[in-house]
């Protein structure tokens, strides 16, 4: 408790230093509440620029080990059967537009998806290769495994780029991350995860979900016990009355603890429809099965909730569960591919995509949010005598929906071994170029560091065929 009888130097009001600072650190706000300007005013559509504006959010899907682009979005039938693989291409609703056999749900949906199979960051390493895809700019060196985040590889992420030009809506924060990051088997976590040179201030949101047998919980928004909104509010009240004291001239800048997503995380604290979106026992249970009882699942249902709520960007990673096994953890398919990946990866991943993809048609929001389901990088051409493949990140495919982006498409190809592109090489920066022109920001728009330093949002060209 907030203790106004400390000794040591006084502020106005009687308050000391120290008291400002332990505010300023109240636990009851969770992590990554600090400071963040806004640099640019919400932008207009442009009908003569196809796709500009026409997402109000966006949702991606990270798959963290990279799945193998042979039995998921670019399947080979006629290629040997150490490249093919085990799985057989399907039919989709669009003539001609074929997935693996593994993506049943996902292939009644294709005319609502953009497929991008040349997709390249000719990287191999999952640290460095995230970075980029994270990012949209190059690690230095590539190929560096086991990176940690840090200069000079400490440009933004999407979401704090995002965060840093977009306001959000309501009580809701702009950018989320959940369930947890994305890190390697040995703990380090990847780089290009937060806002980087932009500092901690503008981080995402990171919400630690766990799933649990009574359903998936986050804990950053539920009160600890013995804090009632009321005691909040008052709370509150004081780093109001606290703000405008540090604010008057001839006081330093401590009053920058008290900022505005600080005064956000209260807001939302203190909102009964703000704390409803975390809720997905709101959802009805054939909702909720439909999405998965899974924690990706269930994790991509949130997503939906918050974009509904007033979030503008959400990233749900794959859950890295405690015992994932050491050869091939996650989507990181090194021995018995063909095994990972029909009993353990690819059915949650169908359901939970295919539910979320017409979820958001049924309830009118697919034209408003953008939805790209991607990863670090994709997998060797050839299983090797384990039976899986290695790391690849010469070309892969990605998938995006709605938002601006037409649907019932492939952009790109991979040559017949789906080893390097074709035609239609996309680049992470040209991604994240058009990830921010369906949000409504011309990828030159420029943001500027706590040095005041200018960046442009995207070094890359917006992918307009297929907008």
């Known amino acids: 408790m907030l203790n106004l009888r400390a000794g040591g130097a006084r502020l106005c009001d009687g308050l000391t230093r120290r008291e400002v600072l332990r505010v300023g650190g109240l636990g009851v706000l969770g992590s990554g509440l600090n400071l963040g300007h806004l640099l640019a005013a919400e932008p207009k559509a442009n009908p003569l620029d196809p796709g500009f504006g026409r997402a109000k959010s966006c949702i991606v899907l990270f798959l963290m080990g990279g799945p193998p682009q042979h039995s998921t979005w670019d399947p080979k039938p006629d290629a040997p059967a150490e490249v093919r693989g085990d799985f057989k291409p399907i039919a989709t609703k669009v003539p001609g537009f074929s997935i693996s ?6 292939a009644k949906v294709a005319d609502k998806l953009c497929i991008l199979r040349a997709m390249s960051t000719g990287d191999n390493a999952h640290s460095s290769s995230g970075y980029y895809m994270l990012t949209g700019r190059p690690h230095a060196p590539m190929n560096f495994e086991n990176a940690n985040p840090g200069a000079p590889n400490d440009s933004p992420s999407l979401g704090a780029i995002f965060g840093r030009v977009a306001s959000g809506r309501g009580s809701m924060p702009t950018s989320v991350t959940l369930p947890h990051r994305i890190f390697n088997s040995d703990g380090s976590i990847w780089p290009g995860q937060d806002a980087g040179y932009l500092g901690r201030a503008a981080d995402p949101w990171l919400l630690n979900a766990k799933p649990t ?12 016990a013995g804090l009632d909104p009321t005691r909040l509010a008052t709370r509150r009240s004081l780093l109001d009355g606290l703000r405008q004291c540090l604010d008057r001239p001839g006081h330093d800048t401590s009053g920058d603890i008290l900022d505005r997503r600080s005064r956000q995380a209260f807001d939302m604290l203190l909102s009964s429809k703000a704390r409803e979106a975390f809720r997905l026992d709101a959802e009805p249970e054939s909702v909720r099965k439909r999405y998965g009882e899974t924690p990706f699942g269930q994790g991509v249902l949130m997503a939906r909730r918050l974009v509904e709520a007033g979030t503008r960007l959400v990233q749900v990673n794959w859950y890295r569960a405690a015992d994932e096994p050491m050869a091939n953890p996650c989507w990181d398919s090194h021995t018995q591919e063909s095994a990972r990946l029909k009993n353990v990866l690819a059915p949650p991943t169908d359901q939970a995509f295919s539910a979320l993809i017409e979820d958001l048609s049924g309830r009118g929001l697919l034209d408003e949010t953008l939805v790209v389901c991607m990863a670090e990088f994709g997998r060797s051409p050839r299983l ?84």
């Open 213 to 224: 047998p009574q359903g998936y919980r986050v804990d950053e928004i539920s009160l600890p």
């Open 384 to 467: 090797d005598g384990g039976g899986g493949r290695n790391h690849w990140g010469h070309v892969f495919s990605i998938a995006l929906a709605g938002g601006g982006v037409r649907g019932g498409q492939i952009h790109g190809s991979s040559d017949r071994f789906a080893a390097y592109p074709r035609e239609g090489k996309v680049r992470p920066e040209d991604l994240s170029a058009t990830i921010f022109h369906c949000l409504g920001y011309h990828p030159d728009l420029e943001y500027t560091d706590p040095l005041g330093r200018p960046f442009p949002i995207s070094r890359g060209e917006v992918i307009r065929a297929i907008l």
């Open 101 to 106: 056999e593994l993506l049943p749900g996902t």
